[in-house]
């Protein structure tokens, strides 16, 4: 399940064997495995879960390594990954299978790209490209770390009214 994605070279796996082996020389179980490479940063919590789950061909997506889910919508889901030779965090809209088998929706997709990569604002996510790799369709875009407007109001409550003005001009 490691290796097979290409997450990790067959040595770099090795090399986290040999270290998480007690000092019985026993090789480690799996969950020893995983967690010695979470806290080594080789792993995030997101691609163990996909890894266990037995999905671990779902963590690379053509030059993309999927590194946690930052949310799920009608048409799909918004991952947080890594451009595997840029070694850019960016953020990937993929389209749901059940999206794809529609031309309509599709459709809907490449305009919403369209649109996107037109757009340049300090206040709007760049969009870099979009592509498909193996029957998903995917837009990639700047990743913003930090807390969505919803979130914030979610857990704080109604923004004052100064804030809010802010925000909505800055939207606008």
Do not use: W
């Amino acid at each position: 399940q490691l290796s097979a994605p290409g997450l990790h070279s067959p040595d770099e796996l090795k090399r986290a064997v040999d270290e998480a082996a007690p000092a019985a020389n026993q090789p480690p179980n799996v969950e020893q495995l995983v967690q010695l490479l979470v806290q080594q940063n080789k792993l995030t919590p997101y691609q163990v879960e996909q890894i266990l789950t037995g999905e671990a061909e779902s963590l690379v997506l053509g030059n993309y390594v999927i590194l946690d889910k930052l949310g799920q919508g009608g048409m799909g889901m918004v991952l947080k990954a890594q451009h595997r030779r840029m070694n850019r965090t960016v953020a990937l809209k993929v389209l749901s299978p059940a999206v794809t088998k529609s031309a309509e929706l599709v459709a809907r997709f490449q305009r919403e790209v369209q649109a996107a990569a037109r757009l340049e604002h300090s206040n709007i996510v760049s969009a870099y490209d979009a592509d498909e790799s193996k029957g998903t369709h995917f837009f990639v875009m700047q990743f913003v770390d930090g807390e969505d407007l919803s979130s914030l109001v979610k857990r704080s409550g109604p923004l004052p009214v100064d804030e809010a003005v802010n925000c909505i001009l800055q939207a606008a």
